[in-house]
């Protein structure tokens, strides 16, 4: 009597059924136009730029002269305007990313009980976020004009002069930022409320239960319940606000003197102002090295932190 033996591959894995195989090619096509668009508009581009910062390309004519090595790299590191460019840029994620995180919570937590009128707050609060960014900075500029602005005449009433706030140092940077933060607070404000919403109930209940008041609640169990979501908009907002360069083109156009210049704006200036393409690759290549190591050490610490709070 002859005994059926199912035979099973020699690397250990079980033989996938024609089922199976089946929907591992439908998923391979259902990914190719995702994958396609991300190699010919992402992937590709990358190459190019890491290529040309090799070489001395201008993007006036396109035509590449001679590979001049990392000699782009060293003259771009060794640049004044490239260094203050990137102090600048450090000075706004420092400060755009933390407060916009802050009050984007504050908010969050402030309108999680329903109350009347809570969904206009809402959308009043989230609408700076969806509205065309260079529309914005323009009403933005226009309330800053030191002449007939609303912000300078309402300093005005309580005697103070008029500011340049958009044409002077500090208030340039300071006017960007705050502009930057205004924008981003209604999206942090959102995911925090979608995150949230998803704390249950009981954990509040059987805090007030055991007497803690809205503050200590919030501290206690709303702000560790939501250190995920806190990480995940801490690195995307990193990630944003390395590539700022919209809220400085349009209100200050870099200035006075470079004080709001930042890395993205300088490497436009060097691409297609100047049309020093090598060294404007250059740039974008160090910036993409910044950003990525910055993400890794984000990813690190909050993973540490997941472990350490496990334990």
Do not use: H
Not at 61 to 68: A, K
Not at 167 to 176: C, I, Q, R
Not at 258 to 276: A, H, N
Request: net charge neutral.
């Amino acid at each position: 009597m002859a005994i059926a033996v199912d035979r099973v591959p020699r690397s250990g894995t079980v033989a996938r059924s024609p089922l199976e195989r089946r929907e591992g090619r439908a998923g391979y096509v259902l990914i190719a136009p995702t994958t396609i668009l991300l190699m010919v508009f992402y992937l590709f581009p990358l190459a190019q730029t890491v290529v040309y910062s090799f070489t001395d390309w201008n993007p006036g004519t396109g035509t590449i002269g001679n590979v001049v090595g990392a000699q782009n790299f060293v003259d771009v590191l060794t640049n004044a305007e490239f260094l203050r460019a990137a102090g600048n840029t450090a000075l706004y994620v420092v400060v755009v990313v933390p407060c916009s995180l802050a009050l984007g919570l504050f908010f969050a937590a402030l309108l999680a009980t329903p109350f009347r009128g809570r969904g206009l707050y809402r959308t009043l609060i989230f609408t700076p976020y969806i509205a065309p960014i260079v529309g914005s900075a323009l009403i933005f500029s226009y309330l800053l004009t030191p002449l007939g602005g609303l912000v300078n005449n309402g300093l005005g009433l309580f005697g103070f002069q008029p500011i340049a706030f958009l044409t002077s140092e500090p208030w340039a940077m300071v006017s960007v930022i705050v502009f930057s933060i205004w924008q981003l607070v209604g999206y942090t404000m959102i995911i925090y409320s979608a995150a949230l919403s998803n704390v249950p109930p009981s954990y509040y209940e059987a805090a007030t239960i055991d007497g803690a008041g809205p503050v200590r609640r919030f501290f206690s169990i709303s702000l560790p319940l939501v250190a995920p979501t806190s990480g995940f908009l801490a690195i995307t907002g990193l990630i944003g606000s390395l590539q700022v360069f919209t809220q400085v083109y349009v209100l200050t156009g870099g200035g006075p003197l470079g004080s709001t210049e930042t890395l993205l704006y300088w490497i436009y200036q060097q691409g297609f102002v100047f049309f020093q393409g090598g060294p404007a690759s250059a740039g974008a290549v160090i910036l993409l090295a910044v950003g990525i190591l910055v993400s890794v050490i984000q990813l690190k610490v909050l993973a540490r932190r997941d472990s350490v709070e496990l334990a």
